[in-house]
C-alpha cells in the first residue's frame, strides 16, 4: 500500500507564498510522473503543474511564472512553490504520484488535500 502525505497548506494574504510538500511512502518500486492538483466546490479537479522522473514540468497557464513544481527522487517528494498568490488560487491542493510498483503500469495514487486559502 502507497501512502501520499500532503502538508504546507493555510490562510495567505494575497501575494504572499506557500509551499507545499507531499511525500510518498509505502510499498514501491519507484515514481514516475508526480503532480498537484486543485479543486473548488462544484468545479472539476485542475491539473496545477506536473513533473516527470527527468524533471521536465509542465504548468497551467494560470500559474505559470508564479508557481515551480520539484522533487526529490531520494525523498520520494514533490514540492510546489506558490509565489504571488491570487484570490483565485484558493482551493483544495491534492498531491498525485505514479506508483511503479507489482502493477504492469504505473499507478495513480492521490493525497488526502491540503487546503489553501488566499485573502484579498
Known amino acids: 500500500q502507497v501512502q501520499l502525505v500532503e502538508s504546507g497548506g493555510g490562510l495567505v494574504q494575497a501575494g504572499g507564498s506557500l509551499t507545499l510538500s507531499c511525500a510518498a511512502s509505502g510499498s514501491m518500486f519507484s515514481i514516475a510522473g508526480m503532480g498537484w492538483y486543485r479543486q473548488t466546490p462544484g468545479k472539476q479537479r485542475e491539473l496545477v503543474a506536473a513533473i516527470t522522473r527527468g524533471a521536465s514540468t509542465n504548468y497551467a497557464d494560470s500559474v505559470k511564472g508564479r508557481f515551480t513544481i520539484s522533487r526529490d527522487n531520494t525523498k520520494n517528494t514533490v514540492y510546489l512553490q506558490m509565489n504571488s498568490l491570487k484570490p483565485e488560487d484558493t482551493a483544495v491542493y491534492y498531491c498525485?504520484?505514479?506508483?511503479?510498483?507489482?502493477?504492469?503500469?504505473?499507478?495513480?495514487?492521490w493525497g488526502q488535500g491540503t487546503q489553501v486559502t488566499v485573502s484579498s
Open positions: 498525485n504520484a505514479d506508483i511503479i510498483s507489482g502493477r504492469p503500469y504505473p499507478y495513480p495514487y
